[in-house]
C-alpha cells in the first residue's frame, strides 16, 4: 500500500480531530486538547518526511517542537487553572469579554 | 512495515474520534494518552525510537500529569460539552472536515513513496550532532522555555 | 453701398456720450440736470437721421463694418452699420418723434422722485433702438431687440413700488424672452445653413433658396415680430405695459419699440416672399390681430388702455399690409402711425396731468374720470382731434392715404378686406367714442369736487402739436417714400377708398350714438351685461390663459424646486449615505465574540486556502 | 518663465501664512500673493505667445517608475482658466478682507488657488489626480469651518458626493493607463500619449463610463447635482465664489483634456446620452432656481443651469460648440462669483439670504441694485454681455450636432429669464416685507464696489470683443471636433 498515503492520512485526521476539539468544545481544557492533537500530528509528518528524505534537521526539528508544545500546555494549564480560581465554570469564559473581566 | 503502521495510525485516529466524543474530561484526557501512546509507536515504527520514548518520557509522562490535575482541580462541569457557535451545528462540523480534506489534498500533490521510509540509528546521531553542534542555540533556548514555563506554575500567593 | 461718412456714427456715438456723461457725471453731481446732456443727443441724433434721409433721397446709401465680434469655427460675425432706405425712413420717424417725446418728458416727470435714472433708462431705449434700426446683421440686431426688451422690463416697471407695475413688466419681458428664442433659433438656422447673417448675404445665400427652409427661418423671425409687435397670440404684455409713465407708452409702446418687429419683417421681405404661403399667412395673423385689437378697443374703460389695444390694432394693420401689399405699405403705414399715435398718447399725458389733483395722484385715468375737458384745455383738445381724425382715416389727413394703400393691398384677399374694413370701422368708432367722451359732454370730474383742469405748459402741448401736425401732414411723405423704397405709388383704387370712408363714417356715428346719444350707454351697460363685460375685461379668456400658463410653469418648477429636489432627492443622498453604516451595525451583531466563532473561521479559512493553493499548483 | 511657479507660489504662501504673526499679517501676506499670482500668470502670455503648437511652456520632471512624471504645460483652454483662478481669488480674498478671519482662513484659500491651478496645468494623469483631491481639503475646511448655520452637513456631503466622484475617476484613469498599456505595452500617465486613441477594446466603454462619472460629479451634471446647492448655502460669500468660479471648472476641463481626446469615437457615440443629460441640467437647474426662496440655493442652481450649457458645448463635438463651453467657463466663472460676491455683502450687513428677506434695495441701495442687476443679465444671456456669447456658441454647435435637443437647450433661455427677474424684482423693487432686514443694508463701501467694478468690466468686454479669448482657446479645442 502506498506508505505516504497512509501516513498523511492518519496525520491529516489526527489535525482535523484536533481542529474539531477547537471548534466544537466548549470547554477551554478540551481545546488545550484539540493543541495537543494537532501538534502530534505535525510531528509525525515532519518526522516522516524526516525519515524519507534522510535529513537530521527534521528529526531535531520534531524533538524541538515536542518539547515547545509541552511548555505550551503547561502556560495554558496554569492560565486557565487561575483564571478559575474562585468561580465555576460560567460562559462568561467562553467570551472575550468575559476572560477580560 | 506499512501495515503496521496503518493499523497504529487507525488506531489514534480512533483514540482521538473517542476523546472528542467523551461526555467528561476526564474520558477526553485518557483517550489523548492513548493518542500519545500511539504516537510515540509510529515514530518508532518510522524508525526513530529516540523520538518514540521521548515522547512518552514527555507527552505521554508530565504534560499528561498536568491536564490530568487541571481536570480534576476544575469542578465537575454540568453544562453541555457542545460549544453553541453562531453557525448551525453541521455547518460548524464542516470546519474540521475542510481541515482534513485540505491537509490531504496537499498530500496529494506532494506524489508518494510506497515503502515506510526509517530513520534508522546513523540518522539519530547526525540530529543528536546536529542539535548540539550548530543548533545549540535552539536547544538551550527550547530549554529555557520549558524552566520558565514550570515557574508559570508557581501561584502569585505561594 | 458707399463708405459710412463720419457724421453716420452720430447716431449711436451720440446717445452712447450722453449716456456715460449721465451715469458718471450729472446722475451723481446734479441729477435734475441729467436731461440735458440727453436732450442734446436727441437732438444731434434727429439732425444726422434727416441729414442722412436727405442724403438716401439723392438715392445714397451707406454701410460700414466697424469691427469683428465673433469669430469661431464657421461662425463669424462682424459689427457693422447699414444705412438704406428702409433704415434711414424708419430712423427719421423714430429720432423725430423721440426727440419731441424726450423734451415732453422733461416737463412730464420734472417733479417725479426718480427723474434721473427714468432719463437714463429712456435714453438707453433711445440707443438701443437705434441701434436695432442701424444694424446691419441679424445678431446685432438681436443684440439691440433684447436691449430694447430690457429697457421695456426697466420702464414698465419704474413706478416699482406698484405691484401691477412690477408684474407688467415681468409679464413683457417673458413674453417678448419667449418670441426671442425663435430669433435665436432662426439666427442659428442662418448660420447652419447660409453660414452668415448680414442681411445681404442671406438673401444671397444659396442654402436659404429652398422655400420650405425659408418658411422655417421666415417663421420663427416671424414668431419674434409677433412677440415683439403684439400680434395675435403674443400681445398680451402691451395693454399691461400701460403702467409705465406716459412718455414711456408713447414712445416705445406706440410709435417705436412695437415697430420693431414691424420693421424685422420688412427687413427679411426678400427671405419672406420665397415662401408665398408664410406672407398670406401673416397677413391673416395682421388682420385677426387688427380686429381683436379694435374690438379690445372699443370697450375699455381706461384712456392709456385704449390706445394700447388701439396700437395693437394698427400693428395688426401693419401686418397685414406688410403680408399683402409688401414693404412700402406697412412701412409708410408705421411712420404714419408713430406719429398721430404719440400724439394722441401724450395728449392722455396731458389729461391725466391736467387732472392730476381731481385723480389723486392716480398714474392713470379712465373715461369716467374725465368729461367735457375740450374747454378747460382746449389745445389739448385741439391736438387729439386732429390726431384722431387722421387715425380714423379722414381723407385729407396721413392716416387715410396710409390705411388706403394698406387696404387696397388686403383687397387682393376676400377674408383681409373684411378684416380691413372691420378694424376702419373700428378704429373711428373707439377713437370718437374716446373724443366725445372725455372732450364732450358734462364733466364728470367736477361733481362734489372745486378741482379744476388746468391747461398744461408750453413744454408739454408744444410736442404734442408738432407730432399731431406730423400724423396730419404725413401724406406728403407717401410719394418721396415710395421712390424711397422703390415700390410702385398708384392711387388705391375708388371702390376702396369708398368702402373705407363709409366704414369709418358708420363708425363715427355709432360712437356718437354710444357716448352722448340718448340711451346713455356708456355708464350702464357694464352693469346690465357684468358676463360680457368680463369677457371683454379678459380678452375673451386670453389673457387668463397665459396667466394659467405662467403659473403652470412655476408651479412645475415649484414642484421640481420644492418636492423633488427638497423632498426626494436631498433626503434620497443622505438616507443613502446613512445606509451604509446602518448595514454594518446589523452584520456586527452577529458575532458575540464567541472563541469557537473565531476558530471556526480561522479553521475554515486555513482549510480553504489550503484547498485554493493545491488546487492552483 | 516657468508655470509650476503658479501653484508653487500660493502653495508656498499658504504655509507661510500659518506661520504669520497675526491674522492681519497672514490677511495681507495671502492678497499680496494673490495679487502676485494673477499679474504672474497674466505675464506668462508673452512667453505663450513666443512659443507655437498646441500644449506650450512644457515643463518636464524625472520620469519615475511607470511613466508618472512631473509634467506641466499649458494650452489655450488652461491658460484662460488659470487666470480666471488667479482673478476670482485676488476678488474674494478682498471680498472677505473685512470678515475679521483667523490665519486658517487665508491659508485654506491659497492651497485651494494652488491645488486648482495644479489640476489645471498638469499634464501627467497622476498629479493630475493627485491635486484634482488636494483641491478637496481646502474647500472642506472652508465650508466646514468658516461656513453658516449646518455647515457640516453640507460640508460632509460636499465631501462625500466629490470622494465617490474621485474614486470613480481613479478607477477610471488607471484603467485608462492599463487600456493604452494593454495596447502599446507601455506604461504611461502622459495625457500627450494616452490621448492618441490608443484605448479601444471591450473594456473602454466602462472606463469611460468611469471616468465621465468622475468629472460629472464635479460639474455637475443633472443628477449628481445635489451637493451643490447645500455646499453653496452654507459656504462663505467667498467660498462660494472660488466653488462655483473655479472649481467646477475643473470638471468640465477635464471632459475637455482628458475624457473626450482620450475616447473620441465614444464621445461621439455618447452623444445623446451626455447632451442629453446637458439639456436636463439646464432645464432642471432653471426649473429649480424658479422655486428656491434662499439667495445663494437660487445661484448654486443657475451654475447648474450654465453648466449643462458647456456639457451640450463640448459633447456636440463641433468647433463652436467647444469653443462655446470653453469660454461659457469663463463666463460663468465671473457672473456667478458677482452674484455670489454680492449676495456675501448682503449676508454681512442683514445676516439673512431669502428672498422675503429683502426689498425696496433700490431706494436705500441704489450700487447694490445697478451691480446685481448687471451681474443677473449676464448670467440670464443678456446679448451684449458675456453670458450669450458662450450660450449662442453652444446653441449652434448643439444645433449642428442634434437639433431637436437644441431646441430644448434654447427653452433654458426663457427660463433663465423667469429665475432672473423676478428674484431680481422681489429683493430690489418690492416694497419691503414684514420679516424684512432691509433697513440693515447699508449701500456698497468703496472696497466692493471696486471688486464689482472689476468683474462687470470683463463681463462686458468678453460680451463686445470675445475674439481674442476664442482665438486664444480655438487651437486647444480644435483638434476634439469631429463634425
Not at chain 3, 158 to 176: Q, V
Not at chain 3, 365 to 389: H, I, K, N, S
Amino acid at each position: 500500500m502506498n506508505a505516504e498515503c497512509v501516513v498523511w492520512t492518519t496525520a491529516s485526521a489526527l489535525f482535523a480531530v484536533g481542529a474539531g476539539f477547537i471548534v466544537l468544545r466548549r470547554q477551554l481544557v478540551a481545546m488545550i486538547i484539540g493543541v495537543e492533537l494537532m501538534v502530534n500530528a505535525a510531528n509525525i509528518l515532519i518526522v516522516f518526511t524526516a525519515a524519507r528524505r534522510g535529513d537530521p534537521a527534521g528529526l531535531a526539528v520534531a524533538l524541538l517542537t515536542l518539547a515547545a508544545a509541552a511548555a505550551e500546555v503547561v502556560v495554558g494549564l496554569s492560565l486557565i487553572m487561575s483564571m478559575r480560581r474562585g468561580e465555576d465554570e460560567v460562559p462568561e469564559t467562553q467570551t472575550l469579554r468575559g476572560m477580560a473581566g | 512495515m506499512t501495515e503496521t503502521f496503518a493499523v497504529c495510525g487507525g488506531l489514534a485516529v480512533l483514540f482521538a474520534a473517542a476523546a472528542l466524543f467523551q461526555k467528561t474530561l476526564y474520558g477526553a484526557a485518557m483517550c489523548l494518552l492513548g493518542v500519545l501512546l500511539e504516537t510515540a509507536v509510529l515514530f518508532i515504527l518510522l524508525g526513530s525510537p529516540l523520538l518514540g520514548f521521548l515522547q512518552v518520557l514527555v507527552y505521554a509522562g508530565a504534560v499528561m500529569v498536568l491536564v490530568v490535575i487541571a481536570i480534576l482541580a476544575s469542578p465537575p462541569k454540568l453544562s453541555g460539552r457542545w460549544a453553541e457557535l453562531n453557525v448551525p451545528r453541521p455547518v460548524a462540523w464542516l470546519a474540521p472536515l475542510a481541515a482534513f480534506a485540505g491537509l490531504m489534498a496537499a498530500g496529494q500533490s506532494l506524489g508518494g513513496v510506497h515503502a515506510l521510509p526509517q530513520a534508522g540509528p546513523a540518522l539519530e546521531r547526525a540530529m543528536a550532532r546536529l542539535l548540539f553542534g550548530p543548533w545549540a542555540l535552539a536547544t538551550e533556548a527550547v530549554g529555557v522555555l520549558v524552566l520558565i514555563a514550570s515557574l508559570s506554575v508557581l501561584k502569585e500567593d505561594a | 453701398m458707399s463708405e459710412l461718412p463720419v457724421w453716420a456714427f452720430v447716431p449711436l456715438a451720440a446717445p452712447v456720450a450722453a449716456l456715460t456723461v449721465g451715469f458718471f457725471l450729472t446722475h451723481r453731481v446734479r441729477p435734475s440736470a441729467t436731461h440735458l446732456p440727453i436732450l442734446l443727443s436727441c437732438s444731434a441724433v434727429a439732425a444726422a437721421a434727416l441729414a442722412l434721409l436727405g442724403g438716401a433721397l439723392g438715392g445714397a446709401s451707406w454701410s460700414g463694418r466697424l469691427f469683428t465680434w465673433i469669430a469661431v469655427g464657421s461662425m463669424r460675425v462682424d459689427f457693422g452699420l447699414l444705412y438704406d432706405p428702409l433704415t434711414v425712413s424708419v430712423l427719421a420717424m423714430v429720432s423725430v418723434v423721440g426727440l419731441l417725446i424726450h423734451v415732453y418728458a422733461s416737463a412730464y416727470m420734472a417733479h417725479d422722485r426718480g427723474f434721473s435714472p427714468f432719463f437714463l433708462y429712456f435714453h438707453m431705449f433711445f440707443f438701443m433702438m437705434i441701434g436695432l434700426l442701424t444694424s446691419d446683421n441679424y445678431l446685432q440686431l438681436y443684440l439691440f431687440w433684447e436691449g430694447v426688451g430690457l429697457a421695456s422690463f426697466l420702464l414698465i416697471g419704474f413706478w416699482s413700488h406698484k405691484a401691477t407695475a412690477r408684474a407688467a413688466a415681468w409679464k413683457a419681458f417673458l413674453t417678448n424672452r419667449v418670441g426671442d428664442v425663435g430669433f435665436l433659433l432662426a439666427i442659428l438656422l442662418m448660420f447652419r445653413w447660409a453660414g452668415t447673417t448680414r442681411f445681404a448675404d442671406v438673401f444671397a445665400a444659396p442654402g436659404l433658396i429652398s422655400p420650405d427652409r425659408a418658411f422655417i427661418v421666415g417663421a420663427l423671425l416671424f414668431w419674434a415680430a409677433c412677440a415683439k409687435s403684439a400680434q395675435f397670440p403674443l400681445y398680451v404684455w402691451l395693454p399691461d405695459a400701460m403702467e409705465g409713465p406716459t412718455p414711456v407708452s408713447a414712445l416705445m409702446h406706440a410709435a417705436t419699440m412695437v415697430t420693431a418687429g414691424v420693421f424685422l419683417l420688412a427687413r427679411s421681405y426678400p427671405l419672406l416672399e420665397r415662401s408665398p404661403g408664410l406672407l398670406a399667412f401673416i397677413a391673416l395673423i395682421g388682420g385677426i390681430t387688427a380686429v381683436w385689437g379694435a374690438v379690445g378697443a372699443i370697450f375699455r374703460k381706461d384712456l392709456k388702455r385704449v390706445l394700447a389695444y388701439s396700437t395693437v390694432s394698427h400693428l395688426g394693420l401693419m401686418t397685414l399690409g406688410l403680408g399683402a401689399g409688401g414693404v412700402f405699405p406697412a412701412v409708410f403705414h408705421l411712420i404714419v402711425h408713430g406719429f398721430f399715435k404719440a400724439a394722441l398718447f401724450l395728449c392722455a399725458g396731458n389729461v391725466i396731468h391736467g387732472l392730476h389733483d381731481s385723480l389723486g395722484g392716480a398714474p392713470s385715468a379712465t373715461v369716467e374720470d374725465a368729461g367735457g375737458l375740450g374747454r378747460d384745455m382746449p389745445l389739448t383738445f385741439a391736438a387729439f382731434t386732429l390726431a384722431a381724425l387722421s387715425l380714423a382715416g379722414v381723407p385729407p389727413l396721413g392716416g387715410f392715404w396710409s390705411k388706403e394703400l394698406v387696404l387696397s393691398g388686403a383687397f387682393a384677399f376676400p377674408g383681409l378686406a373684411v378684416l380691413g374694413m372691420l378694424t376702419a370701422m373700428g378704429s373711428s368708432l373707439y377713437i370718437g367714442r374716446l373724443l366725445f367722451l372725455t372732450f364732450l359732454g358734462e364733466r364728470s370730474w367736477q361733481r362734489g369736487k372745486d378741482a379744476h383742469a388746468h391747461e398744461v405748459s408750453p413744454a408739454m402741448w408744444v410736442p404734442v402739436m408738432l407730432l399731431a401736425a406730423g400724423g396730419a401732414v404725413a401724406g406728403l411723405f407717401a410719394a418721396p417714400l415710395a421712390h424711397l423704397l422703390g415700390a410702385a405709388h398708384g392711387h388705391p383704387s375708388h371702390l376702396v377708398t369708398a368702402l373705407s370712408l363709409t366704414a369709418m363714417a358708420a363708425g363715427a356715428v355709432l360712437a356718437w350714438v354710444c357716448a352722448d346719444g340718448a340711451p346713455a350707454w356708456e355708464p350702464t351697460w357694464r352693469a346690465r351685461f357684468p358676463a360680457f363685460a368680463e369677457a371683454v375685461e379678459s380678452d375673451w379668456g386670453w389673457q387668463p390663459f397665459c396667466h394659467s400658463l405662467a403659473r403652470g410653469v412655476g408651479h412645475g418648477a415649484a414642484f421640481l424646486g420644492g418636492v423633488v429636489e427638497g423632498a426626494l432627492w436631498d433626503p434620497g443622498t443622505e438616507d443613502l449615505a446613512r445606509s451604509i453604516p446602518a448595514a454594518g451595525e446589523l452584520l456586527g451583531r452577529r458575532a458575540r465574540g464567541l472563541l469557537n466563532d473565531y476558530a471556526w473561521w480561522m479553521t475554515a479559512g486555513a482549510a480553504a486556502l489550503a484547498l485554493m493553493v493545491t488546487t492552483c499548483l | 518663465m516657468s508655470v509650476s511657479l503658479l501653484w508653487i507660489i500660493p502653495a508656498g504662501a499658504a504655509a507661510l501664512t500659518l506661520a504669520a504673526p497675526s491674522a492681519r499679517a497672514a490677511r495681507a501676506l495671502a492678497l499680496l500673493t494673490a495679487a502676485a499670482v494673477l499679474a504672474y500668470s497674466l505675464t506668462l502670455i508673452v512667453p505663450f505667445r513666443a512659443q507655437d503648437g498646441v500644449l506650450r511652456l512644457v515643463e518636464l520632471g524625472a520620469p519615475g517608475a511607470y511613466g508618472i512624471r512631473y509634467s506641466v504645460a499649458v494650452d489655450g483652454v488652461s491658460l484662460a482658466l488659470c487666470w480666471l483662478t488667479a482673478f476670482l481669488t485676488v476678488l474674494s480674498l478682498g471680498a472677505s478682507w473685512a470678515g475679521g478671519h483667523g490665519k486658517g482662513f487665508w491659508a485654506a484659500f491659497l492651497a485651494l488657488e494652488a491645488a486648482i491651478m495644479g489640476v489645471f496645468t498638469m499634464q501627467n494623469l497622476f498629479w493630475f489626480y493627485f491635486f484634482w483631491d488636494a483641491s478637496l481639503i481646502p474647500m472642506f475646511f472652508i465650508i466646514g469651518l468658516w461656513g453658516s448655520a449646518n455647515r457640516r452637513k453640507a460640508a460632509f456631503k460636499f465631501i462625500l458626493y466629490t470622494f465617490v466622484g474621485g474614486l470613480a475617476l481613479l478607477v477610471g484613469l488607471t484603467g485608462l493607463v492599463a487600456l493604452h498599456h494593454q495596447a502599446t505595452g507601455t506604461w504611461t500617465w502622459e495625457i500627450a500619449e494616452l490621448t492618441r486613441g490608443t484605448a479601444g477594446g471591450p473594456w473602454a466603454k466602462y472606463v469611460f463610463l468611469a471616468i465621465a462619472a468622475g468629472f460629472a460629479v464635479k460639474v455637475p451634471v443633472f443628477p449628481l447635482h445635489n451637493w451643490l446647492p447645500d455646499a453653496h448655502t452654507e459656504a462663505p460669500a467667498a467660498g462660494s465664489v472660488m466653488l462655483a468660479g473655479a472649481m467646477l471648472k475643473m470638471g468640465v476641463y477635464g471632459f475637455l483634456r482628458v475624457l473626450v481626446p482620450a475616447f473620441p469615437a465614444l464621445s461621439a457615440e455618447a452623444l445623446p446620452w451626455a447632451a442629453g443629460l446637458g439639456v436636463a441640467s439646464i432645464l432642471y437647474g432653471a426649473l429649480c432656481a424658479m422655486a428656491q426662496s434662499d439667495l445663494k440655493r437660487l445661484i448654486a442652481f443657475t451654475s447648474v443651469s450654465h453648466m449643462g450649457f458647456c456639457v451640450v458645448g463640448i459633447f456636440s463635438l463641433t468647433p463652436e460648440g467647444l469653443s462655446g463651453a470653453a469660454l461659457q467657463m469663463l463666463n460663468h466663472g465671473l457672473s456667478t462669483g458677482g452674484l455670489f460676491l454680492l449676495v456675501g455683502f448682503l449676508y454681512e450687513r442683514a445676516h439673512t439670504r431669502g428672498l422675503d428677506d429683502f426689498g425696496g434695495l433700490a431706494a436705500t441701495a441704489p450700487w447694490f441694485t445697478f451691480f446685481f442687476a448687471f451681474v443677473m443679465l449676464s448670467s440670464i444671456g443678456l446679448p451684449g454681455l458675456n453670458g450669450f456669447v458662450g450660450e449662442a456658441l453652444t446653441l449652434y454647435g448643439l444645433l449642428q450636432a442634434c437639433w431637436p435637443l437644441a431646441l430644448a437647450a434654447s427653452l433654458g433661455a426663457v427660463l433663465a429669464a423667469a429665475y432672473g427677474l423676478p428674484s431680481f424684482q422681489r429683493v430690489f423693487w418690492a416694497p419691503p416685507g414684514p420679516s424684512s432686514r432691509s433697513g440693515e443694508v447699508s449701500d456698497m463701501t468703496l472696497r466692493e464696489q471696486a471688486i464689482l467694478w472689476s468683474l462687470a468690466a470683463p463681463i462686458l468686454g468678453l460680451g463686445l470683443f470675445p475674439k481674442p479669448l476664442l482665438a486664444l482657446m480655438a487651437p486647444a479645442v480644435a483638434a476634439l471636433a469631429r463634425r
